[in-house]
């Protein structure tokens, strides 16, 4: 449906060129919630930014169903950002207008008449569950219902994709947690393709199908989210997933190994198997698990186990091969 097509993006700053983007290419299937994690600065806004040509690209293309939109102009423009919401970060409400007119707002500016605005603004604070609240001001509202209003607005003119810009950056744990139920709730119910970025791992387990990593301007892994969790390939993404399993040893625990921790992950059925049961039965190995969680992507089991295994080399070797040959992946973590 988003075609990112090898895109970049350079600012100049005085006479300096930042590349915020380099050479991205990103497909996003419609229907889907595809996430973009990366850290501060990776260039993650930037190239959202692009989708809907708030931000042109510097080189490469954009294509939506096919039709390349890189170079629309006046109504073409405005029709394809009309078919695009979008919800940032700070909510961007405008202070001075009640929840209603914030919603209207964009219903007006379509040419929607005074009673199809009405009707459709009710149905929407339906939809975020802000019945009643009407005519309050957004100075009125906390965090998560500003940004409820965030989300009623955006999808005001019927838009096919949701384009959501750090939306719970800055919510606590628990309105993040609602907010993220909601948009999940729009995107299965509705049909409506969402790509939302963020700089936390727990986000995108919690709602993305799929995922693009950003690091320094590059696209650097992309893939569902199952398997950038269960196989992290670049040094960025491990860094990101292994702090989201949280597995990170105390420095004494690590120095007082004198075997190799071993990293074990478990996906599907397996994760619910005794596989290292078994290891200790069929060989003459002492296992010692360090650290161990199961955690569920979707509804799929995802485990992940930090181990030692001692005995002489030759039989730690063949409980290696054994444990392999039945997870989904095994490597040292630490030597
Ligand atoms: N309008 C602009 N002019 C100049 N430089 C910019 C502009 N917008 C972004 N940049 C620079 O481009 C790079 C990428 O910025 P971007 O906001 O896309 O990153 P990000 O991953 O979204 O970061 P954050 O999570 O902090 O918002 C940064 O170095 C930023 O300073």
Redesign the pocket.
Known sequence: MIDIQDVSIT?T?GDKP?E??KNASIHVNQGEIFGIV??????????LRAINLLQRPTAGRIVIDGVDVTFFEGQQLRELRMHMGMIFQQFNLIRSKTVFDNIAFAMKVAGASNDEITKRVRELLDIVGLQGKADAYPGQLSGGQKQRVGIARALANHPRVLLCD?PTSALDLETTNSILELLKAINRQMGITIVL?T?EMDVVKKICDRVAV?SN?VVVENDTVLNVFAEPKHEFTRQLVNHSYDLDLPQRLLQEQSTPVWKIVYRGPAAEESVLTDTAHKFQVKLNILHGKIEYIGDQPLGVMLVTIKGIPADVSLAVDYIRSRVYHMEVAHE
């Open positions: 600012f700053v930042i915020a983007v990366g850290s501060s600065g990776a260039g993650k806004s930037t190239l750090e970025i700089h950003m301007g």
